[in-house]
């Protein structure tokens, strides 16, 4: 069964450090998001990107976060300069076109210190 | 008006018994309504979805329950098993094209054998 795929399973960084989270969607999927968790709460949506451009996106993701589509498999989300509040869980996810289930990835654990 | 409010934040269960979540909303722009159950250290994986034309969806032990006029919904899951212990959200999700998902806080279910 085809699934979203995510590396690395957790991540520790330095504050002000620069980490790239990779994401491989479901391989005939169009829609692909970003959301995190932080520990012990809800699931909060991060951005929507489509057609090779963001589609929304939160007022979490400011202008130290950015998406790309580098090639036609993978998915990345990019922290330039990482501070401590961005330690959470990192979810992929992506959904193909006329479907609305998203599926996830088992996510990243970004740890900054 | 984005928000989607969830109860209770935990709940036990004996095997075997009924195990009820809640969810309310606000915006009636929201067309999908999804639950998902997300295991310790896994991505969240959708369990059972309706939308707003149907007032209720059962696939096997698990059951939703809309009630657009109160804008309600609730997951009922029915013969509750030890397996079934894990965190659950409820999601809500806007019509047009960006797909993102507003989740709730979530429920941790223990379910005791």
């Known amino acids: 069964e085809p699934e979203v795929t995510q590396t690395p399973s957790h991540q520790v960084t330095q504050m002000g450090q620069e980490v790239i989270l990779r994401c491989v969607p479901i391989?005939?999927?169009?829609?692909f998001y970003w959301y995190r968790q932080i520990l012990g709460q809800k699931v909060e949506f991060l951005v929507s990107?489509?057609?090779?451009?963001?589609?929304?996106k939160s007022e979490i993701f400011d202008d130290q976060f950015s998406v790309e589509r580098p090639d036609g498999s993978n998915f990345t989300l990019k922290i330039r300069s990482t501070k401590l509040e961005d330690s959470a869980m990192y979810f992929c996810?992506?959904?193909?076109?006329?479907?609305?289930?998203?599926?996830f990835g088992p996510g990243t654990r970004l740890t900054v210190l | 008006q984005q928000q989607v409010k969830q109860s209770p934040q935990s709940l036990i269960v004996q095997k075997g018994g009924i195990s009820i979540i809640n969810c309310a909303y606000e915006?009636?722009?929201?067309?999908?309504f999804p639950w998902y159950q997300q295991f310790p250290g896994k991505g969240p994986a959708l369990l059972i979805a309706?939308?707003?034309d149907v007032s209720e969806k059962k696939e096997g032990r698990f059951t939703i329950s809309f009630n657009k006029s109160a804008k309600q919904f609730s997951l009922h899951i029915m013969d509750s098993q030890p397996g079934d212990s894990a965190t659950y959200f409820c999601?809500?999700?806007?019509?047009?094209?960006?797909?993102?998902?507003?989740w709730g806080l979530g429920t941790s279910l223990a379910v005791n054998p």
């Open positions: 391989s005939n999927h169009l829609y």
């Open positions: 999601a809500a999700r806007n019509a047009g094209n960006n797909r993102k998902l507003i």
């Open positions: 996810a992506s959904s193909a076109p006329l479907n609305n289930e998203q599926f």
């Open positions: 309706i939308r707003p």
């Open positions: 915006n009636t722009a929201f067309d999908y």
């Open positions: 990107f489509y057609n090779n451009e963001i589609s929304e």
